[in-house]
């Protein structure tokens, strides 16, 4: 089985703009997660989205959003970046409360 | 709200002695306990978990951990540790809406 791949791997942009994520899960799994890892924050979690819906959110403000289509691909998006926006971006998919696999991450870049 | 410490940033060992990565947990219900591992450039992979049933829970690498209830605690532990076990270890606990929630991480350091 394919992991789960997370484009871009590597992004830089400045204040004020904004960005689209993209994660697409391992076939099968219905549950996809996104989360932002710095060195000083940790892994902070953002969403969980399953089938379609969100399912739990974490305490990022509203720039940060997300979706999830119905074959399970998932993107979120960052308005009006900030430079402590810049971090590494993991998405995870799982089947239901289970074990989550992490894909490489995408690497945003704020200046 | 549910909450994972990992009290130690650094754990540091000689390889080939045991090692213990310790976790302690807050959740409301039956947890869903889980250790990840994160190498250097890498994304994060997971180590093993524990649901119900056997205390004592193995996983990959050689690695396994402990849950005890009354304690809430979950910690990673491995008889013989490897050069090669080095990196940044997380733990998580997930509650039955499915929502995560993972510690700072503890980073270990195998020393030859």
């Known amino acids: 089985k394919a992991g789960v791949t997370q484009t871009p791997r590597y992004l830089i942009k400045t204040r004020g703009q904004q960005v689209t994520l993209s994660c697409s899960p391992i076939?099968?799994?219905?549950?996809v997660s996104w989360y932002q890892q710095t060195p000083g924050q940790g892994l902070q979690f953002l969403f969980e989205y399953f089938s379609e819906t969100q399912r739990n959110k974490g305490n990022f403000p509203g720039r940060f959003s997300g979706r999830q289509f119905s074959n399970s691909r998932s993107e979120m998006n960052v308005s009006t970046l900030e430079l402590g926006d810049s971090a590494l971006y993991l998405c995870a998919s799982s089947l239901g409360k289970l074990e989550q696999f992490f894909g490489p991450g995408t690497r945003l870049t704020v200046l | 709200a549910q909450s994972v410490a990992q009290p130690e940033d650094q754990v540091n060992v000689a390889e080939g002695n045991p090692l213990t990565v310790k976790c302690t947990y807050s959740v409301s219900g039956n947890p869903y306990l889980f250790w990840y591992v994160q190498y250097p450039n890498r994304g994060l992979q997971f180590l093993l978990k524990y649901i119900t049933g056997d205390n004592l829970v193995k996983g990959s690498y050689g690695f396994e951990a402990e849950f005890n209830k009354s304690q809430t605690s979950f910690h990673l532990k491995k008889p013989s540790a490897l050069v090669s076990d080095s990196a940044l270890y997380f733990c998580a606990v997930r509650n039955n809406a499915g929502k995560s929630t993972f510690g700072d991480g503890t980073t270990l350091t195998v020393k030859p």
């Open positions: 076939s099968g799994h219905r549950s």
